[in-house]
Nanobody
Framework: QVQLVESGGGLVQAGGSLRLSCAAS????????LGWFRQAPGKEREFVGA????????SYADSVKGRFTISRDNAKNTVYLQMNSLKPEDTASYYC???????????????????WGQGTQVTVSS
């Protein structure tokens, strides 16, 4: 069992930056691929980015590539999402998730993730 708690959301102007953190419980943090997803009102949850168990591989949605960076610190059981050049369309609730399945090819798929945080709200004003 893994429990995930996100923090770092808030209100920011367009062009600004935020860093989200997701702290995990448990001693097997480095056994999971980790992902960030987001969901805006009335929309489906969508992939933002993922990072492999060792941190050696990352993947991003085209909409955030070049602006967002995902990283992890396995010693601190924490994954981060650095968000730069934020746009109003980035407004959403952001969720971190952990997947036991080591299949990296499936890291963009919501259904591959076993554990989810409660979400943190990011609002970008124009």
């Amino acid at each position: 069992q893994v429990q995930l708690v996100e923090s770092g959301g808030g209100l920011v102007q367009a062009g600004g930056s935020l860093r989200l953190s997701c702290a995990a419980s448990g001693r097997t943090f480095n056994n999971y691929n980790l992902g960030w997803f987001r969901q805006a009102p009335g929309k489906e949850r969508e992939f933002v980015g993922a990072i492999s168990r060792s941190g050696g591989a990352t993947s991003y949605a085209d909409s955030v590539k070049g602006r967002f960076t995902i990283s992890r610190d396995n010693a601190k059981n924490t994954v981060y999402l650095q968000m730069n050049s934020l746009k109003p369309e980035d407004t959403a609730s952001y969720y971190c998730a952990a997947a036991r399945n080591p299949n990296w090819a499936a890291s963009r798929v919501v259904g591959q993730y076993d554990y989810w945080g409660q979400g943190t709200q990011v609002t970008v004003s124009s």
